[in-house]
């Protein structure tokens, strides 16, 4: 399913400008374990974390995860943003807790297959 489809549908908000919101997710990881997520998400997974820092963007980066969505409306740090846009990092952010994230994506995801 595509960035934008689930976004529209689960209210999620894109904070990155110049964001391909066409690139589709295959699946869900949520972690915030940094060298966890290197080694276990995969290529176009929609990555759930409370972690803001620049680091996400290069870990995002070096898997090619679909996006990365930030929970409970925790604030990114605009060196983050900005850090993300240069190297085509999409960063998302929702007001829900990570589990409830990952529920209702998966169950989107389910529902878009079928």
């Known amino acids: 399913m595509r960035i934008i489809e689930l976004i529209n549908k689960l209210g999620l908000s894109c904070i990155t400008s110049n964001s391909d919101l066409e690139k589709v997710v295959k699946g869900v990881y949520i972690c915030d374990l940094l060298s966890w997520v290197m080694a276990k998400a995969k290529k176009d997974d929609l990555w759930i974390t409370v972690l803001t820092s620049l680091n996400i963007v290069a870990v995002a980066s070096m898997v090619d995860v679909a996006c990365v969505v930030i929970p ?24 829900m807790p990570a589990y409830e994230i990952g529920v209702s994506i998966s169950k989107v995801l389910i529902k878009g297959t079928s």
């Open 72 to 95: 409970e409306g925790i604030q990114v740090e605009e060196a983050t943003i900005k850090k993300a846009e240069q190297n085509d990092v999409i960063i998302l952010k929702s007001n």
